[in-house]
């Protein structure tokens, strides 16, 4: 991408971000938190709310080619569609917006979050966790949906007309894509580890977590924390680097 203007490239990762992670920790909240009309929703209730959390943070980010997740970045920067500068801005601004949406999130549901007795329950609004907790499988699970997200993305972008990789020539329905992407990775690759796929979404509402006010809600649990980041970001790497080859064969 060329002549960008940074600060509006990190606005709009930053807002982008901040959507994603408000309307997605927010269906979570739905779901898992006492007395809300979609409590017990389910798994695919989350599944979905997901998708379209990504639908809508894709398309107010469009200047800054949607990223909103630091495993994209990184493919992004190994197949030199972004710069190293790029990068980093775009990490930094994922970070402070995943961090805002959740606080968001809480806002608006902490009447719901004061009545829930389960402080796991509070910490799953925020942030992942395994449903057998091993951290070299729970990491292998990570990578692996990563992995599609990313390389689909970029086979996405072989029909597209852009330079980062969100699809092209689809109007506003340009997001539809991804979002339907990150239901099927949930739906299918999501039971393990609840499918973080992105280090932001996870990492920013664990700070949240930890920072915020929240009657009862126990540990961040962050002797699991990395693993929702070196996942993703492996993924988004092994991603890239097999796209050149294997898409060519498509």
């Given at each position: 991408?060329?002549?960008?203007?940074?600060?509006?490239?990190?606005?709009?990762?930053?807002?982008?971000?901040?959507?994603?992670?408000?309307?997605?920790?927010?269906?979570?909240?739905?779901?898992?938190?006492?007395?809300?009309?979609?409590?017990?929703?389910?798994?695919?209730?989350?599944?979905?709310?997901?998708?379209?959390?990504?639908?809508?943070?894709?398309?107010?980010?469009?200047?800054?080619?949607?990223?909103?997740?630091?495993?994209?970045?990184?493919?992004?920067?190994?197949?030199?569609?972004?710069?190293?500068?790029m990068f980093?801005?775009?990490?930094?601004?994922?970070?402070?917006?995943?961090?805002?949406?959740?606080?968001?999130?809480?806002?608006?549901?902490?009447?719901?979050?004061?009545?829930?007795?389960?402080?796991?329950?509070k910490l799953?609004?925020?942030?992942?966790?395994?449903?057998?907790?091993?951290?070299?499988?729970?990491?292998?699970?990570?990578?692996?949906?990563?992995?599609?997200?990313?390389?689909?993305?970029?086979?996405?972008?072989?029909?597209?007309?852009?330079?980062?990789?969100?699809?092209?020539?689809?109007?506003?329905?340009?997001?539809?894509?991804?979002?339907?992407?990150?239901?099927?990775?949930?739906?299918?690759?999501?039971?393990?580890?609840?499918?973080?796929?992105?280090?932001?979404?996870?990492?920013?509402?664990?700070?949240?977590?930890?920072?915020?006010?929240?009657?009862?809600?126990?540990?961040?649990?962050?002797?699991?924390?990395?693993?929702?980041?070196?996942?993703?970001?492996?993924?988004?790497?092994?991603?890239?680097?097999?796209?050149?080859?294997?898409?060519?064969?498509?």
């Amino acid at each position: 991408m060329t002549d960008i203007n940074l600060g509006l490239y990190f606005l709009s990762e930053l807002v982008g971000t901040a959507m994603l992670v408000l309307l997605g920790c927010g269906v979570v909240a739905n779901v898992a938190l006492a007395r809300n009309k979609g409590y017990g929703g389910g798994f695919l209730m989350v599944n979905w709310g997901w998708g379209l959390a990504v639908f809508a943070g894709v398309l107010v980010s469009s200047y800054s080619g949607a990223l909103i997740n630091p495993a994209v970045a990184i493919g992004m920067l190994i197949a030199e569609k972004i710069d190293f500068v790029m990068f980093l801005v775009a990490v930094a601004a994922e970070m402070i917006g995943a961090i805002l949406g959740a606080v968001l999130t809480w806002a608006a549901y902490r009447q719901h979050f004061d009545l829930e007795e389960d402080p796991a329950n509070k910490l799953g609004v925020f942030s992942t966790g395994p449903a057998i907790r091993s951290y070299g499988h729970n990491l292998v699970t990570e990578i692996i949906g990563t992995f599609v997200l990313v390389f689909v993305i970029f086979a996405f972008a072989d029909y597209g007309d852009i330079e980062i990789g969100t699809p092209g020539a689809l109007g506003p329905l340009t997001a539809l894509p991804v979002a339907l992407l990150v239901v099927g990775i949930g739906a299918s690759l999501g039971g393990p580890t609840g499918y973080a796929i992105n280090p932001a979404r996870d990492l920013g509402p664990r700070i949240a977590h930890a920072i915020l006010p929240i009657k009862g809600k126990g540990s961040s649990d962050w002797a699991y924390s990395w693993v929702p980041v070196a996942g993703p970001m492996i993924g988004g790497a092994l991603a890239a680097l097999a796209a050149p080859l294997l898409l060519s064969l498509a």
